[in-house]
């Protein structure tokens, strides 16, 4: 069977350059609206995410669900037993050493025809570039950035960082009165080598966590008297092993 020629280019830009921005227009061949039959209601469930309470603690605000999956070679993508999501400090100076509990993603979304096709796209793209990896540790983060007009919205609040896990997708589900964003990654010297800003749904992030870090600029609200968000799916996959 001949690879979809974008897939093939995207395999080719993420082993060569370590990540790769891919627009919506791509991404909707990637992940045809036939296979998303949930998709409004995918979409929707980013009006149900619980408070990032860990965050407010130090002052910020955000809105997520967390879910756990692993990946086989042989048997696809299966949901795990919700557990907590950890990083050590030496990848999140914010929050890193602490076991973080978050309310679960929907029973309903975490098995929906949606998340699952994007499960397997990303078990199809990293396992490519990984083909000697025989099980993946999969986490699912459901993230809203909430900005204010007295108070910018912080995608990544702990700056420029790399996750400590193998490989990112960042998928952009909506923005709603939100101006900047903008995705920047950094080589190991920190010196920035690619930046773009995740403007449409399905825009998306690729990113190899070991060879590049990445960061997101802060958001505001285009009309400062208006309610303000940008929403996102993170997935990551880590071969399986003690966490980092």
Known sequence: MTPHPDTSALHARLQRDGFAFVTAEIMRDLLPASALTDWPAFVASWNDLAPDSYLAASGRHRRRRHA????????????????????????????????????????????????????????????????????????????????????????????????????????????????????????????????????????AALVDDHRVFHGVTAVTPLDPAQAAHRDVLVVTFRRDAAPR
């Open 68 to 203: 756990t999956f692993s990946a086989d070679a042989g048997y696809g993508v299966r949901a795990e037993a919700h557990q907590p999501h950890y990083q050590s400090l030496h990848y999140n100076p914010l929050q890193g050493d602490i076991l973080r509990w978050f309310e679960p993603v929907l029973p309903a979304i975490a098995d929906g025809a949606s998340l699952r096709r994007i499960l397997a796209f990303c078990h199809e793209r990293f396992g490519a570039l990984a083909p000697q990896v025989r099980h993946w540790h999969v986490e699912v983060h459901q993230f809203r950035i909430e900005a204010r007009a007295d108070e910018a919205g912080e995608p990544t609040p702990e700056g420029v960082h790399r996750d400590g896990v193998d490989y990112v997708l960042v998928l952009l589900i909506d923005r709603e009165n939100i101006e900047r964003g903008t995705t920047t990654i950094h080589a190991a010297d920190r010196r920035e080598v690619g930046q773009f800003t995740l403007t449409h749904p399905l825009d």
